[in-house]
Structures are given as C-alpha cells and as structure tokens.
C-alpha cells in the first residue's frame, strides 16, 4: 500500500478514535455515571457525524454473496435456466444471489443441468441415464428401460413393446439347454 494511503488512514483513525473518547453524554444526578474508561456514545450524534460515516464506510464490507440451490423438474417446453445471478444495492454494499438449479429426472435422480443426456420417447421425461432399446432404437429412461435375459444369459435393454413381444416369443428349452451347458463349463 502506498505511504500517502497508509498515513492517511492512520489520521482518520486518530481523529475517529478521539471523537469516540469524547462523546460522553451521560446527564448528571442520572444514576448512569460513566465508569472509568468506557465512553457512551449519542445515537444522534453518530448519525449526524460525517467523519464517523467515512471511517464505517471505509472498513465497511462492500459486497455480499448469497448462493441458493433450485430444485427443478424441466417443464414441457424443455427450457431450463441452469445459473441465475442477482445483484442489488443496499446502502453502501452490494449484495449478491446465485442461484443454482439443480434438476430432478424422471427417474428420481438429483443431477445438474448439464448431466442431462436424453429425452425418453415413452414418457417424455428428462433423465441421466442413457438406455436405449436393443430393438428399436428408441431413448429410454431408467424407469421406461425393461431388462430382459435371453436364453444364452445376454442381458437386453428394451422398451415395453419389444419386451412383451420377446417374452411371448421366449425359448424355454433353449434357455434350459444353455443353463445346462453353463453349469457343465463351471463345474469342469
């Protein structure tokens, strides 16, 4: 900090510190003697005192921050405000919001906006986790996604349509043969 700066605080510190010495308003006879070493400042004159407004001004906090978290579900029209910043003035300080949303899926998930990945094409709903159906290609989300094993254990991500038709269309005696030939390998 440069010198000039340095002694002129000092000087308005001097001059705040003995104005406060010496703002001692305390009616005789009242009872409220001051005690040794303590001084009674006036609310009226603490207002009204210009230097004393400097010096609370100079050491003030000048900037305030305030950060919320938003839990959102993203609306029909898909629009959603990821991070909003607000700032106003009050007196001599700025004071700030950040609001940051954080989005609720379809599934259930917290997540940021940014973790978003699709749009399921059955429920219309937004989630994080990407499933898509191994017969139609179509996006699902986690609770839209059916899981279903084939007969030679290969685990299948489909939609409700294709799971319906796969388990109408399962081989029983298949998947018993291949549970028996799995069993066979592990037990040599």
């Known amino acids: ?47 009204d005192d210009p230097l004393r407004q400097a010096f609370a001004n100079l050491f003030a906090p000048r900037e305030r921050m305030d950060e919320e978290v938003h839990f959102r579900k993203v609306g029909p029209d898909g629009i959603l405000v990821a991070r909003a910043e607000e700032w106003q003035r009050k007196g001599n300080t700025l004071c700030g919001r950040t609001a940051v949303v954080v989005v609720a899926t379809c599934s259930g998930e917290l997540v940021p906006p940014s973790s978003l990945k699709l749009v399921c094409s059955a429920c219309q709903g937004y989630d994080s986790v990407f499933n898509r159906c191994a017969a139609c290609s179509r996006t699902l989300c986690a609770l839209c996604a059916r899981q279903f094993t084939m007969p030679d254990g290969r685990a299948l991500v489909l939609c409700a349509e294709h799971r319906t038709e796969a388990e109408r269309t399962f081989d029983t005696w298949a998947a018993r043969d291949h549970a028996l030939e799995r069993a066979r390998k592990a037990s040599t």
């Open 1 to 47: 900090m440069k010198l000039w700066i340095k002694k002129w605080l000092r000087r308005i510190c001097a001059a705040c510190l003995n104005r406060l010495d010496s703002v001692v308003s305390v009616s005789a006879g009242s009872g409220d003697e001051p005690k040794a070493g303590r001084a009674y400042r006036v609310p009226s004159e603490e207002a």
